[in-house]
Every structure is written in C-alpha cells, then in structure tokens.
C-alpha cells in the first residue's frame, strides 16, 4: 500500500508539471525549496483615455525566482507592431498614466535596452503584437525575465508598488540618437498602466 500511495503522489506531480502553465511550473519547481521565499505580484492594466482608438487593457503576473522576475500575461488591443514596455517611478494611474512618472531609474542611468548593462531598472524593452486575419482584436502574449528588477519592495530596485506602463510606439532602446532616445527611447502615448500589487497565493 505504501509503495501504491507513493507511485500515484509521484504520478499525480509527473502530470502537472507536464500539463501546468508556465507560471504553474515556475511555482512547482520552487514549491521545494523552503529556503527561497518565492515573491509574487499581479498587475491589472486599464486603458488610459488619451486616444479615439479602441482601449487597451490586460492583466501580468509576475514571479520572482532565482533567475529573475519572471513576466506573463496577455494584453488586449494593442495594434500591430512592438509598443515600448517599461515600469515606472510612480505607483499613480492618474491622468491618463502620466501621473506614473518616469521610468524607474534608481541608479540614474540612461535609458537602454534590457540586456545592457546601461539602463534604467525599469527598461524591459518592446512587447510585440502579431496580426491575426479575422481577428475581432488582438491579443499580445507577455513572456519575459529580467534579472535586474526584485519584487522586494525593501530592494533599491524593488518594483512592487510601482507602475506598468504599455506605450504606443516602439522602444528605441536608446538608440534614436537624440536626447529623448536616452530618456524614454521615443516610446510615444501611454497607453495603459497597472500598479504591482503583491499576492499570497
């Protein structure tokens, strides 16, 4: 009976690792290891109202591993093409998300690409619509690490409480050549913005 329990717990983890979502994985994988905290945080994106085109609205969840803070979720209405990504100063939706402040930038570094070691905390670089024939909307897939950022609200580059910001033209990742470029990468609009919350769960 001992060795029948043991084979079907050892079966049951084998299917969900196999059949989870990423996130899911991510949570198994570490659910082991009492000695790291995991840290967790959600992001609930509203459209700002600066614009005549159709809202643009999703939802994040982040996770921090010994990797990194891992980001997924899915974005709706964005129009084709890459849309500057960033978090921001200031945990402040408000007038259309320009009460969020700049990019977060605790280290007073230039704006630039995720993977330099140049940039501000918070420069995660383009996300990326794809256009779908017969498609009623667009759906943007959200699924990236960055190993600068902490959801340790305690940690100079802690980002809970800290503001999502999704933009409306594509991130120049400080390459634009102008002052601008080293400042917001020519990101254009804010269109939607969401404050990290922290979960438990």
């Keep these: 009976m001992k060795y029948q329990l043991t084979w079907s ?27 790291h905290q995991i840290l967790k945080a959600k992001v609930k994106l509203i459209a700002a109202e600066n614009t005549d085109k159709p809202p643009v ?6 996770i921090e591993t010994s990797e990194g803070v891992y980001v997924k ?24 998300c320009v009460n969020a402040g700049p990019h977060f930038n605790p280290a007073g570094n230039t704006h630039g690409a995720p993977n330099e070691e140049t940039r501000h905390a ?8 794809h256009h779908v024939d017969n498609s009623p909307g667009t759906i943007t897939v959200v699924n990236q690490l ?29 390459l634009g050549g102008d002052d601008e470029s080293l400042k917001t990468g020519n990101a254009g609009k804010r269109l939607a913005c969401g404050i990290v919350e922290p979960v438990n769960y």
């Design 146 to 174: 960055d190993k600068v950022v902490t959801l340790d609200p305690k940690a100079d580059n802690g980002i809970t409480g800290r503001a999502f910001v999704v933009h409306a033209l594509p991130d120049d990742l400080g």
């Design 73 to 96: 979720g899915k974005i709706i209405g964005l129009e084709p093409g890459k849309h500057g990504f960033h978090v921001h100063e200031i945990g402040d939706l408000g007038n259309d």
């Design 57 to 62: 609205y999703g939802s994040l969840f982040l």
């Design 9 to 35: 717990l050892a079966f049951a983890t084998a299917f969900v690792v196999t059949f989870a979502s990423p996130i899911q994985k991510l949570l198994i994988s570490h659910s082991h290891d009492s000695s």
């Design 122 to 129: 918070g420069d995660l670089g383009n996300i990326e619509t």
